[in-house]
């Protein structure tokens, strides 16, 4: 009799540790049609005028008692048209944190703390054709790092700021700050992002989005460490179901002009499944010399669904 009650006691508290931990599977699928200058149409998985990568992630997050949890997040990108994965098995993200009243302190390979800056008045969603994203590559670093100490702090009326460190052993021997601070509140986002490495300038985005209601702009000043400097402009606008976004990227560089221009369609088929066409033109980032695009062509057209599980 002893003996049943102890195992129903430790099964009545395995049930509840079990109750605290939640493993969550999720996932992005994204096919479409491209054409681009100078290649014939084709069916197009985690290329440049797909709205998203395709991936399958594992997170999870348990309750360590106090207001204290420890998460984890591994992402492995698919290609939809082959379904081939990425070379590192886990290339989109492999990390842990722990989180409470304090904020939240995270470690492993990670969106960097730059990105969610740009992340967060960015009109596309950052999709993989944003002309922000594409002309001056999430504040110069592109965006994930690996070996990533960070910090978040706590939303404080509307202001947060994440602050990452990458030591040197783990960058090449060059040491790495990446940071950014945000505002939301309301129908504004605001945000500066920043990095640096011991032996670059630094890189920095400041932009801003408003929503209008009628209407959704965004804007923002680009400097990425040197001679390369430049602006975005850009808006959202409902037409009934559609969503209207047009984008543009202007960079300035030594003897260089260089402007990306986007415009996208989204049609929600679902809460978690939209239809979307894109149109973007890569200005020449080599002074107009053969082979200057960051896309590879100077027009690109894209038709694409993509599902959100």
Request: net charge positive; no cysteine.
């Amino acid at each position: 009799m002893k003996k049943s009650l102890i195992a129903l006691a430790v099964l009545a508290a395995s049930g509840v540790a079990m109750a605290q931990s939640s493993v969550t599977l999720y996932g992005v699928a994204d096919l479409g049609l491209v054409k681009s200058s100078g290649v014939s149409a084709q069916m197009t998985g985690n290329g440049v005028m797909n709205n998203g990568s395709s991936r399958l992630g594992v997170r999870g997050v348990e309750d360590l008692g106090g207001g204290l949890k420890a998460s984890f997040n591994f992402e492995q990108g698919i290609n939809g048209e082959s379904g081939a994965t990425d070379a590192a098995t886990f290339q989109r993200a492999a990390n842990l944190a722990l989180s409470g009243g304090f904020g939240r302190f995270q470690m492993g390979r990670t969106l960097n703390p730059s990105f969610f800056g740009v992340a967060a008045w960015e009109l596309t969603g950052t999709a993989n054709y944003s002309a922000v994203g594409t002309q001056f590559g999430y504040t110069g670093q592109g965006p994930r790092t690996n070996s990533l100490f960070q910090y978040t702090t706590p939303n404080m009326g509307g202001f947060s700021g994440t602050l990452g460190y990458i030591m040197k052993p783990d960058n090449g021997g060059n040491a790495k700050y990446d940071l950014n601070v945000i505002y939301r509140q309301g129908p504004l986002a605001a945000a500066l992002s920043y990095n640096k490495t011991n032996t670059m300038k630094g890189n920095m985005a400041l932009g801003a989005s408003y929503d209008f209601g009628m209407a959704k702009v965004a804007a923002s000043i680009q400097n990425n460490g040197g001679p390369s400097k430049g602006f975005t402009i850009g808006a959202t606008v409902p037409v009934g179901p559609v969503a209207l976004t047009l984008d543009i990227a202007r960079e300035n560089g030594t003897g260089m002009k260089n402007t990306d221009f986007l415009v996208e369609a989204k049609y929600a088929l679902s809460k978690r499944t939209f239809a979307y066409a894109a149109y973007y033109k890569d200005g020449d980032n080599n002074g107009a010399l053969p082979g200057g695009y960051n896309t590879g062509a100077k027009n690109h057209l894209g038709l694409g669904v993509r599902h959100n599980f």
